[in-house]
């Protein structure tokens, strides 16, 4: 693991769910910058000493020199953006697999260098969108894949947080004290970046489809906030199919607001992440349907992704779990569902959303290709 | 009553509601163009023959030369969109309170004219923007007002149905059949001029807000389709406060689906038609706060909107009647609330709302004032 | 109308609910026992003073000497409790229709009494147990009587207030200002006699089942109460099926928490009165299905009891006025369905019920028969 | 562990979540009575063989026979329920802390034999009542504990399953496969004694109170069946609280319908299973509050039972995790929260309710004493 130190939320998410999958043995890394916590973490983990590294360089110098059984095999990336490519690459170069969390890199050429070395290289690269972990995410997938929805007519995804409030309406201090609101580390965008991408891939993931041309209107909502915190997306994917993402990290009191709905002449589907075992099947002709986990109705995919009775709630972990494990069956050489873990080419189309949204809106709200 | 005779639905709803409030009486009107039906219903109805006119004009002729205290005192339009104008103009202009179906008029001109004679007579007109009828509707326009909110930082409002999946999906004879597909009588607008509008009236019905500005992007959804039926509106209020209004009539299963939410920098309020007696309060910091009418912790004006007591649910009859009562009380000269009834100055409004989405729409996806 | 003078408020609604049916005109009643309230109730109505009477009485012989297209021809009773009886076997036996509130009468007998009186005169008798005219009850009804739950292994009842809290946990003057908590108005029961009797009659009219058997325990929940305000009831059908009814005024926070469940082998069935337009129909083996109303997947009983298109909610008046057209339907000799009024037999059941529970509580919580 | 093996569900849900808190590492086992099953679950599970024992009293020889440092810890007993007794007992007896699945044994008496030893010895005891794991359970405990809901008058709690509808309405074999259905695995109870016990638990432990007595009603649904599939619980706690405890295997469609409601004077709280991460507070004079996890207006107990920030649901693996960790502070004599973990106390008043159920309905349905 690169990343992931005392206190880093993210960090801790990803070492829950890979020992859910149990897949995985965390075995060494390189947690924090800082020597001594870095130290002290391995400590707390009970990790040998040995493997924690200093940096990635050192990391991948000692790691090649141990024997093959011996040898990490793979990766989890959890720094801050700025830090996933360079990491990324010289992981993959040096033949590890990865798990990333996403923004995968800052920019898209630096997206498209990943995919072309994975391509080259055939290693796995997984990228943490946790959200496609859930069962009736993939429930979702599966039904749109086999046609049930008619002609799809419109597609709505939100993502909505208040988060940030309490840091904006703050002392100037508390402002910069975010590192999600400094272009230096989050990169272009702070709503579209972390959170808007999330809406874009769930409707990526779930139709199949990929969304052409986007035009965008984004709020800083304070003068002296340098990105996007608030937006809202039009989408094209061709013929008259549209849609809209909407995105905001300043909706006061929702908490992670994720919602998701695909609107076909024959039926529609709609899900939310925060009730994330249901799945709503609209008809205008027939009772709502609500699917749940844990049922033979489902098909396969939704039903390898949930491992307790009907009724008995899992949540996010497990959704990340579902991911790890799609990763280790691909490191394994296992076979696998498509759509197990997100590839970097989910990674490649989330940083050219990001842009063409952070561009629009700078071109005076036009639109743009992805 | 002009128009609502036989198999009209949205006239027997106006009928009701007014029974409902109890202070109107069924006496006259012009209840179908159709002679035959005209009679018909009136005999159904109990009316008595003499007043059940053949047109506007001899309702007013004959309704003038009876005594005042016989005479009708105010007249609800509920005629396709293509007739209100015309009927509002010539009854305001003989001295007749007027409650119209929305849209108001076909053209913001003829929009303006009403107002403008409404203004000169003092003659209550009431538009029948149901929705705002409701007890947590009011409840959160008096919220709002009270400035519980803090900086109303972003505005989501979406009206979604999927009745007319049916007929467009049908042969072409069935989209023929649809007044709401035909320019001629429903304007230049189907979706937005139809739905949309009511998610427009209801931000600046809670908000207290104006909208300046739009950007639309509307759908045909197939060829044969002369009107939008489905479309996404940016929104700009002044200064960093942006939203969004989404409506649609293809979203499949969807049946009136009416949503609203205003976050502010403090405090968010969100509110759904389907469950129209809950009212949503969010924060960052507190638990989320469920309103609900017939309790004291509401304001008056949604007291005065609510009759049973608390865990009965009233529905979309009792607030058209709210309205209806609203404009009782303005027609007899008593003291009202503001916001009872939606006036005139509301149908303006609704009127540049449309045409300025058609504009944008149409110019290529602009900027356009509203 | 007898009773339901100035501020009460289950008049009122049986007056909204029959001006929104559209079958009936009120035209005379006693609608206070103090006459200058009963006149200035019948001034305020536009009520012909010669037809607002000083007792049930001198309405029936007024009323007699009309010509019998003048005559009044159905009485709504919505005096207290104790005047039931009296009111409805004088105006019975005069000839003239009912609609009663319930409890139909304070004894069985009277109730038997009653029962045989509408049974030799073939009037129209019908209590105002209005939650059976809600669309998605009927539908319920409807279902079950097709056979689709298989057979049914658990029924399951709650009425859960809370309103009575704010008089028991006050004064005493406040306590005794109750007339539900003083036997010689409300009878051998406050909690069962006004809201278990609602649970008890939906169990039975949804699935045209008897209750046999019922052992209840009941609280009184302070010293100073006289009657029981909290009650648990246990039920038998015969056979395996068992089942249970809850009814509470002390659950602080619950309005008018009415929910129904019964579930068979093959399917259940669910449904809550304060989002009375969702019936959920459970499976193991089928998602969830959502009947909601104005849907052609609706059987006619359903279809009749709603009139707004779908997703536009009705509520407990247009219930009340799914019975009251019910009952002039009856009265004017047409068709309808059963079920479409409860009966006076449905009262004797419904006293049937009530005594039973005090009396199985009262014998130390001992199996009764209904 | 003990038990768990090839195909067991509660094994493996023991086994994620002690991976999830991890402070646990799975060393060895008796994983199943079938020697090649045990060898190769822990083949499987990558356990080193010398420590896959063939019963309890192997295990017990052999990890004695360790150094301190090397040897096993604590042992999780997830058998079928008539293995725990002995297991327990003898593991308690050699110096064993324990992690037990529930019901805890077959009888009172062994129960009470459990907790005198575990009093003796000061070793933890841990029951695996999952559902007090739940973040919104321990808070709902901690407000009921600050005393905020007045004088308690009412509690409903219910657990409502349909999973054995397949089994029972099918062939006389597959009835004889469910080893629930059969006394000998099982005990005296199915319905009351597997889940019935779960809603017993959830009570005491989110009120502090102890039901003194209760009476109840069991049906076993078929002839051929016999043990309880379903079944009412009348509950008296003293003074004027009562309550009410419903539960059943045979809900055809509910999954694992757990709620509570505690009603009292000032206000009333709410908690489903299906939805753990919403608990409501309700009163008649303050709107509705929905408290959710990881928010600083919920309690400590509350807050270190949720990691992920607001809105990233967790489910029952982290429920019983949280249990895990609890067992592991204590085992680790670091300082715990009174109800981080259920303790061998809760077995007891598990077997004495299971008991007194079965009695109270095998005496003709009379009280009897917890």
Same mark, same amino acid.
């Given at each position: 693991m690169i990343g992931g130190g005392p206190g880093a939320f993210i960090g801790d998410a990803h070492r829950r769910a890979s020992r859910i999958c149990n897949?995985?043995?965390?075995?060494?890394?390189?947690?924090?910058?800082n020597s001594e916590k870095n130290t002290q973490f391995a400590v707390n983990e009970g990790i040998d000493l040995s493997r924690c590294y200093s940096g990635v360089e050192s990391l991948i110098e000692a790691e090649k020199a141990l024997p093959a059984n011996k040898r990490m095999e793979a990766v989890a990336i959890v720094t801050p953006n700025a830090l996933h490519y360079s990491a990324a690459r010289m992981l993959l170069e040096n033949g590890f697999h990865i798990v990333c969390e996403k923004p995968m890199t800052m920019t898209v050429e630096e997206a498209l260098e990943l995919e072309e070395i994975v391509n080259q290289t055939k290693l796995t690269f997984a990228l943490a969108h946790t959200y496609t972990g859930y069962p009736m995410v993939r429930q979702m997938r599966d039904l749109i894949s086999q046609g049930i929805l008619g002609t799809i007519q419109r597609i709505d995804a939100q993502y909505y947080q208040g988060w940030i409030n309490s840091f904006i309406h703050g002392t100037e201090s508390r402002i910069t004290g !975010?590192?999600?609101?400094?272009p230096r580390h989050a990169g272009v965008s702070s709503c579209m970046g972390d959170i808007g991408v999330h809406a874009f891939n769930l409707i990526e993931y779930t139709t199949g489809l990929e969304i052409r041309e986007i035009l965008s209107d984004l709020s800083? !909502?304070?003068?002296?906030?340098?990105?996007?915190l608030d937006g809202t997306v039009l989408l094209r994917f061709g013929g008259y199919l549209k849609g809209v993402i909407r995105a905001s990290q300043v909706c006061g009191g929702e908490e992670n607001g994720i919602t998701i709905a695909v609107y076909g002449s024959r039926a529609s589907l709609k899900w939310a992440q925060e009730n994330p075992n249901y799945l709503y099947m609209l008809s205008d002709t027939e009772p709502t349907r609500v699917f749940k986990p844990a049922h033979d109705y489902n098909g396969k995919f939704a039903e390898i992704s949930h491992t307790m009775p009907p009724g008995h709630p899992e949540g996010i972990y497990e959704a990340l779990a579902n991911i790890y494990r799609g990763a280790a069956k691909s490191i394994r050489g296992e076979e696998f569902i498509p759509g197990e873990f997100p590839t970097v080419h989910e990674g490649v189309r989330g940083m050219k959303f990001i842009h063409a949204v952070v561009n629009s809106d700078a071109n005076g709200n036009v639109w743009t290709k992805v």
């Open positions: 897949d995985y043995e965390l075995v060494g890394g390189v947690f924090s910058s !975010v590192w999600r609101l400094d800083r !909502v304070k003068d002296n906030i340098k990105l996007d």
